[in-house]
């Protein structure tokens, strides 16, 4: 990579193939998730297929302004919208927008899009929102600890943030052995990015995808607390197409709140 590489950009462009290749994250939901959603039958994602569980979320959605963080494709924007909640998808990808705009036009929601980089959410003024809603995506960030203060500034006092990312520990093994032979091979020490890989390696292992760093739980779990949060909930679940599933968990979920006062 030349010293003039923006990963924001180039993560952008990978997105916005992603769209265009039709990964699973991509997908807007149908009609009847919707249909169902309207009717008080929800569910959204955190991490990997598991439904983020409902008592993290306030009681009552109806009117509750909710950021979208990093979260566009069509599927949990709209289902919080369809619910009666006042949504915001924030998301890096144009292609990944429009698929709730998509959405949003079927089905007569009300969705606003907004495009930028997770580390800088100066579109929105202190105090906007009641939840932020975060589901795996800051794998894709080269820094958390702005991502993490912009959320607490965001949020009102008593705010929730719902954040979703990728066990570090899924990194230290190398992809192509896991891959092409089903083999665990420890090979990358800790913190490590695709960016780490030489260019031929990288093309070859993960084809022009975006590009991907650990992240230690010091900036995920210690980065939120320093931000302000408090942590009330944490859980883990395996990852939802990878061979480490048989071992460890792949993914974790928090459930922080801004203090009140």
């Known amino acids: ?62 009117g509750a302004a909710i950021l979208c963080l990093a979260s566009g494709g069509g599927q949990q924007g709209p289902v919080l919208a369809a619910v009666g909640a006042d949504v915001t998808v924030f998301d890096n990808s144009p292609a990944q927008l429009a698929r709730d705009e998509e959405v949003a036009a079927r089905e007569g929601l009300a969705i606003r899009t907004v495009l930028g980089d997770m580390r800088d959410l100066s579109a929105f003024g202190d105090g906007s929102f009641d939840v932020v809603f975060n589901p795996v995506s800051n794998v894709f960030c080269p820094e958390l600890a702005p991502v993490w203060r912009e959320s607490f500034r965001v949020l009102r006092p008593g705010g929730l943030l719902l954040a979703g ?16 032979r089903e083999e665990f091979v420890v090979r990358h020490p800790l913190p490590f990015s695709t960016l780490d890989l ?63 006062a």
């Open 165 to 180: 990312f990728m066990n570090p520990d899924i990194f230290i093994f190398d992809v192509t052995a896991l891959d092409e």
């Open 198 to 260: 030489p260019d031929a390696e990288r093309t070859q292992a993960y084809g022009g995808g975006a590009i991907e760093y650990s992240h230690s739980l010091t900036e995920q779990i210690g980065g939120q607390l320093a931000a302000g949060f408090i942590l009330t909930h944490l859980v883990e679940a395996p990852h939802h197409v990878d061979l480490t599933a048989r071992y460890m968990p792949g993914y974790i979920a928090t459930r922080a709140r801004k203090p009140r």
């Open 1 to 62: 990579m030349t010293e003039k590489f923006d990963p924001v950009e180039h993560n952008r462009a990978a997105w916005d193939r992603e769209v265009a290749g039709g990964n699973e994250w991509t997908v807007p939901v149908g009609p009847e998730v919707i249909a169902r959603a309207r009717a008080g039958d929800w569910s959204v994602v955190l991490i990997g297929y598991e439904p983020a569980p409902r008592d993290w979320f306030p009681a009552d959605l109806a």
